[in-house]
């Protein structure tokens, strides 16, 4: 079988370590073993309110990011989910055979429509499907995510299985990938939650854009726990282990090494040495953000060329999807 990775983000507000640890950094490793796509998922992100000026900064910051994290057009196919309009079509499709029960247990749609009270769309209830056609388009054989999209990944997995009894053998079931540490980084002001990009205070976060000054503020910041004590453990102190996780993705050190490092230094050094780490590790990318958004030209050739690839491969799958499903004449 051949091998093909597919992997995503939102264009909503920054994009953070957790993102970066959590998914992208896995995917610049990946495309030095298979074909790769990454997209940019506008369509997911209008599942919420969105101001159009802000989200097409957002699309063309996010192209940066990737490209500032290591991905390589050379390699990777990078392009605009709304680009490439199969994605919609499929989704519908997909969306007649998904079970409304189905959807409705799933845990991010809870989480947001919680929040969000009266005020939901139906895109945001029927979002996993928008995200099973994007994977299942490709015939992607595995998705590299963080661990908060597991349950979507085994939503696309259901109907990619559905669809293949009731239509015929048609798509790839995909598998995910996640990493061993740094699937979900929790939140630096709230180690009980996840980071995320929608947090209240920007204090949960250390987005790949933050200034130097802003990294070391936050991290001085950052909850501890009680005891005092530097060793990894998420049950008992999560929110050390949470620091140690940050400080192994940047540094390399195991979090043994990290434990015999510190003993009996306290929080102080060690939250010193991890600002200085994770400093070292953002700088250059939030330099190189800068520099490719300084040239829309050069990142406007990668993104058509990423649409002309993707486009190619969609076309021809929903040829076969709509002959499968008797659409047409
Ligand atoms: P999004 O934009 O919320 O997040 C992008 C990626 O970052 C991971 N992630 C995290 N990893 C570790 N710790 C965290 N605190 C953390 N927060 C986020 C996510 O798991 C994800 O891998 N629905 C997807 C986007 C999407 C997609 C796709 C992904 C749309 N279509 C097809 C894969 C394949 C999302 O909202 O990710």
């Not at 991905?71 to 490439?84: A, T």
């Not at 029960?101 to 209830?125: C, H, P």
């Amino acid at each position: 079988m051949k091998e093909l990775c597919f992997s995503g983000i939102q264009p909503t507000n920054v994009v953070h370590i957790g993102n970066y640890i959590g998914a992208v950094k896995q995917w610049a490793d990946m495309q030095h073993r298979y074909p790769c796509m990454f997209c940019i998922v506008d369509l997911h992100a209008i599942t919420v309110p969105q101001d159009p000026a802000t989200l097409r900064q957002n699309n063309l910051r996010l192209a940066s990011t990737y490209l500032a994290c290591g991905l390589d057009p050379k390699r990777s196919h990078i392009f605009l989910q709304s680009e490439v309009a199969e994605h919609t079509e499929l989704a519908w499709i997909l969306g007649t055979i998904t079970k409304i029960a189905e959807l409705e247990r799933m845990t991010q749609f809870k989480d947001k429509s919680i929040k969000r009270g009266e005020n939901v769309g139906v895109g945001l209830f029927t979002y996993p499907a928008l995200m099973a056609a994007d994977i299942l388009l490709y015939d992607t054989t595995i998705v590299p995510v963080g661990e908060d999209q597991l349950q979507h990944l085994e939503l696309t997995r259901t109907v990619a299985r559905r669809f293949n009894q009731q239509f015929g053998e048609t798509f790839i079931v995909p598998k995910s990938l996640v990493q061993e540490t740094g699937a979900r980084i929790m939140g630096l002001d709230d180690p009980t939650g996840k980071m995320s990009k929608s947090a209240k205070s920007s204090l949960n976060y250390i987005a790949l854009t933050d200034s130097d000054e802003d990294i070391l503020k936050k991290i001085k910041k950052a909850v501890t726990d009680s005891d005092g004590i530097i060793a990894y453990d998420p049950l008992t102190r999560p929110a050390v282990s949470n620091l140690m996780t940050l400080f192994h993705h940047a540094t390399g050190i195991t979090m043994k090494d990290l434990t015999a490092q510190y003993e009996g230094k306290g929080y102080g050094a060690f939250k010193q040495d991890l600002a200085d780490a994770l400093i070292a590790m953002i700088k250059p990318i939030r330099e190189k953000i800068e520099h490719y958004m300084s040239d829309p030209a050069s990142l406007g050739k990668i993104l058509d060329a990423g649409r002309d690839e993707a486009k190619a491969l969609a076309e021809a799958k929903m040829k076969i999807v709509r002959e499968r499903v008797g659409l047409g004449r």
